[in-house]
């Protein structure tokens, strides 16, 4: 599905179900429906999904603030990314990055 490599390349912009539907050649239900058997979830799921995985590889990877990191991967509010944040890894953005630097150490920074 061309649908997830125009995620992957543009999942910190806006996303619209109904164009990527349109640029699909579906209606948006119909998409929804080949988006969840390819994927196991919806469009927008697994959009928050690649979002909060960027997220914590640059909070491993680069010296910026947990705001800045919303920002760069699409959250408009800080206070969103950080409880979506929680509910997905089940701990906080400054605890899971620092968890990632002590196991994962030189693996995690790509080194």
């Given at each position: 599905?061309?649908?997830?490599?125009?995620?992957?390349?543009?999942?910190?912009?806006?996303?619209s179900v109904a164009a990527l539907a349109s640029d699909a050649g579906m209606s948006v239900p119909?998409?929804?429906?080949?988006?969840?058997?390819?994927?196991?979830?919806?469009?927008?799921?697994?959009?928050?999904?690649?979002?909060?995985?960027?997220?914590?590889?640059?909070?491993?990877?680069?010296?910026?603030?947990?705001?800045?990191?919303?920002?760069?991967?699409?959250?408009?509010?800080?206070?969103?990314?950080?409880?979506?944040?929680?509910?997905?890894f089940r701990r906080t953005a400054s605890e899971e990055a620092k968890w990632v630097r002590q196991?994962?150490?030189?693996?995690?920074?790509?080194?």
């Open positions: 599905m061309q649908s997830l490599a125009r995620l992957r390349e543009t999942y910190g912009s806006d996303v119909s998409y929804h429906a080949h988006f969840k058997a390819l994927t196991g979830s919806s469009p927008m799921q697994y959009v928050k999904a690649m979002r909060l995985h960027e997220a914590r590889l640059m909070m491993v990877r680069q010296d910026r603030t947990i705001a800045e990191v919303a920002l760069s991967v699409g959250y408009v509010s800080p206070a969103q990314f950080s409880r979506d944040f929680k509910r997905h196991h994962l150490g030189a693996l995690a920074l790509g080194l």
